[in-house]
C-alpha cells in the first residue's frame, strides 16, 4: 500500500487563506442572504395573515349558514309551540297567581279579570282548589292575559305579551346576527 501524502498547510498558507480582498464578497453575500430571509420571513407572515383571514371567513360563513337554519326552528316555536303550552298553562298559572295572592291578602276579596274565552278554563281549574276569587269577564284582556284585583292593587298576568315578546327577540337576534355576518 502506498503511502498517504498530505499538503503542508505552513503558517504561509494560512496567512493567505484569509485575504482582505475577499471582504467585501463576504459582506455582499451576507446582505443578499439577510434580504432573501427577510422576503422569506414577510412572505410567511403574509400567508398567515391571509390563512388566519380565510379561517374567519370560513367561520363566518359557518355562523351565518348555523343561524339560516336555526332561525325558521324558532319561528315555529315561537309562532306554533309557545301559543299551544301557554294555552295548556294558562290556568294552572293563574290559580299559582291566585294561591300566592291568598298568602299575602288574606282577608281580601280578589276578584280575578279573563278574556272571556278563558272563563270556563279557569273556572274548571279553580273548582279543584279551596280559593275565594270572583271570576270576570275582560274583552279588554288578551286572550292568555289576567288581572287580579287585590283590594290593594292589581296583579297583572299576560303570557300573550310574554310570547309576542319572545317574538319579537328572536327576530331581533336573527336580524342582529344576519347583519353581523354579512358584514363579517
Known sequence: MAALSLPDFGERDVETAYDETRLPGYAA???AAKVAAEAAQAALA???????QDHQF????AQRALFMQLEPLFQAIVEQV???LVDAAFAERVTAMLTDATKTHLDTPLVLQVHPSQIPGVSAVLSRHPIDVTVTPDP???PHAAKLGTGTGVINLDLSRLVTEIGQLCDDFFS?????????
Open 176 to 184: 342582529l346576527a344576519n347583519e353581523r355576518t354579512a358584514h363579517g
Open 140 to 142: 279588554d284582556c288578551a
Open 82 to 84: 309557545l301559543p299551544v
Open 29 to 31: 453575500g451576507f446582505a
Open 46 to 52: 403574509a400567508d398567515l395573515v391571509q390563512s388566519i
Open 58 to 61: 370560513g367561520f363566518a360563513e
